[in-house]
């Protein structure tokens, strides 16, 4: 309750990035639109506004409730995601509650991989290359960052982050280490537009909008500094991220546009369209500077 007042402010820096087609800041990196800038579906601002301002007094009134039981789903939500790598205490209990179970596969990987990017047998003969890629969405990222920290061995090919939910200051303690002990992995981080994450909106508008990223951000997560914000948002990776100089030829970051084949919400990641043109991009090694 007592970081109401906050929230609501936030909630108005909010509406104001969904009212606009915010793409016109400056992005210092790469922009992929899949369809032209201009062939959008987003451009309908007084209609955007008249639902904003007809249901913002409820929509303010669901603050604490958002908070009250968003931040305790939050934080099961993040344990749930240590747990997934956590250390084996025995193949029993790893196999009865499931903890660990992505300790198990690495481990198995680790035990097949006994030079980078080479595969062998059962028997450890070597047997062929192998091009491993790593691809999280939302919370699957924050498992990703604990894989390269504690398997600093394996050598990925390509790690590929979908809207990030991992913060920005893991982001750089996990991806960037990696990177420099790494010298052939690329990393690429994808976003949606600026416009589209503070847009979405469900449950007749009754609710704050934004995506869940917008969310963590301003109900869930404490955010002392601005590397707790989420590394999924292009609203925060142009005000508060810079990619190091020695890393900028294997570091890519791209914000897809407002055409109506992007993606227009945070779960659109999921989908295999948008996958799949997301593979392409990391094939093609980037985008071109707008």
Same mark, same amino acid.
């Given at each position: 309750?007592?970081?109401?007042?906050?929230?609501?402010a936030?909630?108005?820096?909010?509406?104001?990035d969904?009212?606009w087609?915010?793409?016109?800041?400056?992005?210092?990196?790469?922009?992929?639109?899949?369809?032209?800038?201009?062939?959008?579906?987003?451009r309908?601002v007084?209609?955007n506004?008249?639902?904003?301002?007809?249901?913002?007094l409820?929509?303010?009134?669901?603050?604490?409730?958002?908070?009250?039981?968003?931040?305790?789903?939050?934080?099961?939500?993040?344990r749930? %995601?240590? !747990?997934? =790598?956590?250390?084996? *205490?025995?193949?029993?209990? @790893?196999? $009865?509650?499931g903890?660990?179970? %992505?300790? !198990?596969? =690495?481990?198995?990987? *680790?035990a097949?991989?006994? @030079?980078? $990017?080479?595969?062998h047998?059962e028997?450890?003969?070597?047997v062929?290359d192998l091009?491993?890629?790593?691809?999280g969405?939302?919370?699957g990222?924050?498992?990703l960052?604990?894989?390269?920290?504690?398997?600093?061995?394996?050598?990925?090919?390509?790690?590929?982050?979908?809207?990030?939910?991992?913060?920005?200051?893991?982001v750089r303690?996990?991806?960037?280490?990696?990177?420099r002990?790494?010298?052939?992995?690329?990393?690429?981080g994808?976003?949606?537009s600026?416009?589209?994450?503070?847009?979405?909106?469900?449950?007749?508008?009754m609710?704050?909008r934004?995506?869940?990223?917008?969310?963590?951000?301003h109900?869930?997560?404490?955010?002392n500094?601005?590397?707790?914000?989420?590394?999924?948002?292009?609203k925060?990776?142009?005000?508060?991220?810079?990619?190091?100089e020695?890393?900028?030829a294997?570091?890519?970051?791209v914000?897809?546009?407002?055409?109506?084949h992007?993606?227009?919400?945070?779960g659109?990641?999921?989908k295999?369209?948008?996958?799949?043109?997301?593979?392409?991009?990391?094939?093609?090694?980037?985008?071109p500077?707008?």
């Amino acid at each position: 309750m007592g970081s109401t007042p906050q929230s609501l402010a936030v909630q108005l820096v909010n509406a104001r990035d969904a009212l606009w087609i915010r793409e016109s800041e400056p992005w210092p990196w790469s922009e992929c639109a899949l369809a032209p800038l201009g062939d959008t579906s987003d451009r309908w601002v007084p209609g955007n506004a008249a639902l904003f301002v007809t249901f913002y007094l409820i929509r303010a009134l669901t603050v604490p409730v958002i908070q009250g039981f968003g931040t305790p789903a939050w934080d099961t939500m993040k344990r749930r %995601a240590e !747990l997934v =790598l956590a250390p084996r *205490r025995g193949i029993s209990l @790893a196999r $009865r509650d499931g903890q660990g179970t %992505a300790r !198990l596969l =690495l481990d198995a990987l *680790r035990a097949r991989m006994k @030079a980078p $990017r080479k595969w062998h047998d059962e028997n450890g003969k070597e047997v062929g290359d192998l091009a491993i890629t790593l691809v999280g969405h939302s919370m699957g990222t924050m498992i990703l960052n604990n894989v390269l920290e504690d398997y600093t061995d394996l050598s990925f090919d390509r790690i590929v982050y979908l809207a990030a939910a991992a913060s920005i200051d893991d982001v750089r303690g996990a991806v960037l280490p990696y990177l420099r002990n790494h010298p052939e992995t690329k990393f690429w981080g994808f976003s949606l537009s600026e416009t589209r994450e503070a847009l979405e909106w469900d449950y007749f508008d009754m609710f704050d909008r934004g995506t869940l990223l917008v969310w963590i951000d301003h109900y869930f997560q404490r955010v002392n500094a601005p590397g707790d914000r989420v590394f999924g948002r292009g609203k925060e990776l142009r005000q508060y991220f810079e990619i190091p100089e020695e890393l900028r030829a294997r570091f890519f970051l791209v914000k897809f546009g407002n055409g109506r084949h992007d993606p227009k919400r945070h779960g659109d990641f999921s989908k295999t369209e948008i996958l799949e043109r997301v593979l392409q991009i990391v094939d093609g090694e980037g985008c071109p500077r707008r």
